[in-house]
């Protein structure tokens, strides 16, 4: 933390329109910048707050802030603050001449960054780019009658439309890469639109008198329903796909295609309100310059998601979504949220000249590839990656990550149109295994709930999933979907380097009924005479009740990793996807950095290790933090391990 005392001279103070642009230029940074006059403190980022602070022309304030760029964020405030022409100054006669240099640049700046948008900062890095607006086009299918006359028009439109929606998914099929999920995904539309009994449905209720797009509409809705009612939950998962057939015919009939991420150009800027995973799924996200959303937060899955393919990324930018349609270009950083929509040439001067200075620091972090960080006492430091896929391995190997220390599970059950099978899976974590050996591969068993839809497993609706059936809670209750994946990671385990650790838990029962399980399925596959090896077992710390009872937790489990992402959630009762409180969201915050000593205290005694996997590893300015407090493994996404290594070395 570093702190500046300087005299304000802004004319008449820190009142309405100043505190404002005040407010917005401390929000385009990271780092947590506090106010302070005579006994009072403010939290500079809050125009409310700063205003009821009062601060008056020729006041003495002290400027305090900490984070990342904390002494960048001061000489902004600072040069705000102090060099802004004071009314007595500008009434003098020389005073513009003598002010006008520094005044003029730092009225320049403040001015290029008042036009630009800030949001919150998802992931890492600067980008400037042909802007993509993606959005599911509304269908609206409003029931009309239709007289006698109209029926062969309409049945002769549904034809052209299913025509073009086929021709359409064939083209698209064509250049899809075979094999992958998005030429599966395209292959599943493409059966059902052919398929004649979606079809004769549709004509069926145009003879009856309906319009064609709200038949189509309603006949879709009505095969999805039936789908979703089978048993089998590969099947169940095809509504999903009924649907967006059904969706595109519509469309077609209205004059209008479906958006699809497939369609953006490389390098351009995703705008959105909003991406599902399923269209996150089908999508090489690599390709993009970097991604804008209005609604989720730094730690919400599509947040983690661009973070693992190193893709810059601004989450929960209030703005309209009208003004997103209509951008040409857009410019973010995805480190301070700052976004510029068709910056003006200043602007888009300053992005660009970022992007290159970027490129140049990452240039000079590769001499840490191969360094095995220990910190100046000789502590030595793993620095491991987060993975969701096996997609992402070549880039984690590629800046030396130490082994892994989360593998998300839930994207192989979220990419495929069905839950995995015990064999896919243990093929994907013994590749996985095979690719780090032999450093070790810590697989997270299933992490989902209500709040991630997930192809063949059902969740009642929930109205807080947060606090609801996810997770540990959820696998538990369902041995036919987490039993295979406990045979896959027991086959997988013959590797030697396979580690598994368990989300959510919040009581100690939930450790010990996990660990029958897996004696169950061991004993199975030994009467089955399939080979299995041996795992440790550990434990998610990411519940305030983890951390309450974690000496007790400590004694079952062979180490803990600290998930700082729920962790901050359910310690500061702040949901980590809503950006109205993303203010509260903070995993610096005392509250859970003592929660994070009571787990680290509990592992000392009980003699195991303790990693952090929660996006807070890869901080700077918590890394130290951390690592006094006893954690020896830090795991992150791939595009931030070399600056880790960079920092411990320095510790
Ligand atoms: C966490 O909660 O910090 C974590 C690593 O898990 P996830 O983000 O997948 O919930
Ligand atoms: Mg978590």
């Not at 319009?211 to 879709?220: L, N, P």
């Not at 729920?566 to 980590?576: G, I, K």
Request: glycine share 6%; net charge negative.
């Amino acid at each position: 933390m570093i702190e500046r005392k300087v005299v304000v001279r802004v004319a008449e103070g820190l009142h309405a329109r100043p505190a404002t642009e005040f407010v917005k230029l401390a929000r385009s940074f990271a780092a947590d910048i506090e106010i302070v006059r005579g006994d009072k403190t403010a939290n500079a980022k809050s125009p409310v707050k700063l205003m009821l602070l009062g601060v008056k022309e020729a006041d003495e304030i002290v400027l305090r802030a900490n984070g990342s760029d904390e002494a960048k964020a001061l000489d902004a405030l600072c040069s705000f603050v102090s060099l802004a022409q004071s009314r007595e100054e500008a009434s003098k006669p020389d005073a513009k001449v003598r002010q006008a240099p520094v005044a003029e640049r730092v009225g320049a700046a403040e001015r290029e960054r008042a036009t630009t948008l800030h949001g919150l900062a998802a992931s890492e890095g600067v980008a400037i780019g042909p802007s993509f607006f993606f959005a599911l086009e509304p269908v609206c299918a409003l029931r009309r009658e239709i007289g006698k006359d109209e029926i062969d028009t309409e049945i002769a439109k549904l034809r052209l439309a299913v025509d073009a929606v086929n021709s359409d998914l064939a083209e698209r099929g064509r250049k899809a890469v075979a094999g992958t999920d998005e030429a599966q995904i395209i292959d599943a539309l493409r059966e059902i639109s052919r398929d004649v009994e979606f079809v004769q449905r549709v004509e069926a209720r145009i003879r009856a008198g309906q319009d064609a797009v709200s038949s189509t509409h309603e006949s879709g809705e009505q095969l999805a329903a039936e789908f979703e009612g089978l048993e089998d939950p590969y099947q169940r998962a095809r509504g999903d796909d009924v649907r967006a057939t059904a969706r595109k015919v519509a469309l077609s009939l209205q004059g209008k295609t479906d958006a699809t991420l497939a369609d953006a150009p490389p390098g351009s800027v995703i705008l959105a309100r909003d991406i599902s995973a399923f269209d996150l799924a089908g999508a090489s996200l690599e390709r993009f310059g970097g991604l804008i959303c209005t609604t989720g937060g730094p730690t919400s899955h599509v947040a983690i998601i661009a973070r693992s393919y190193g893709v810059p990324a601004v989450l929960g930018l209030e703005v309209d979504v009208e003004r997103l349609r209509s951008a040409r270009v857009a410019a973010l950083d995805g480190a301070t949220g700052e976004v510029a929509l068709d910056p003006d040439s200043a602007t888009e001067r300053r992005f660009r000249e970022q992007v290159a200075r970027d490129a140049a620091r990452k240039s000079d972090l590769q001499a840490y590839v191969a360094v095995e960080p220990r910190t100046r006492d000789g502590r030595r430091i793993e620095i491991a990656a987060n993975l969701g896929t096996l997609k992402e391995i070549d880039a984690a190997l590629a800046v030396g990550a130490m082994g892994v220390g989360l593998f998300r599970t839930e994207l192989l059950f979220m990419e495929h149109r069905r839950p995995p099978t015990e064999d896919e899976q243990a093929q994907v974590y013994a590749r996985l295994a095979e690719a780090f050996a032999p450093a070790p591969v810590i697989v997270r068993t299933l992490d989902v709930g209500g709040d991630k839809p997930t192809p063949g497993l059902d969740f009642p609706h929930e109205d807080n999933p947060f606090l609801g059936w996810r997770g540990i809670r959820m696998c538990l209750d369902r041995p036919e979907v987490f039993k295979p994946q406990l045979r896959a990671l027991l086959r997988a385990a013959v590797h030697g380097n396979v580690r598994v650790m368990l989300p959510m838990i919040a009581d100690i029962e939930e450790i010990r009924k996990t660990k029958r399980l897996i004696e169950e399925c061991r004993a199975e596959l030994e009467a089955e005479k399939v080979p299995c090896g041996e795992f440790e077992l550990g434990v998610m710390a990411e519940t305030p009740a983890a951390a309450l009872i974690a000496d007790e937790l400590a004694r079952e489990a062979a180490f803990f990793s600290i998930g700082t992402n729920d962790l901050t959630q359910y310690v500061m009762a702040a949901d980590r996807q809503n950006p109205k409180v993303a203010n509260l969201n903070r995993a610096d915050h005392p509250a859970v950095l003592r929660a994070v000593d009571l787990i680290c205290q509990a592992a000392r005694k009980a003699g195991i290790w303790v990693g952090v996997c929660g996006e807070a590893a890869a901080r700077p300015e918590l890394i130290p933090k951390f690592v006094n407090l006893g954690v020896t493994e830090l795991s992150m996404a791939a595009a931030s391990i070399l600056r880790a290594k960079k920092c411990v070395t320095e510790l």
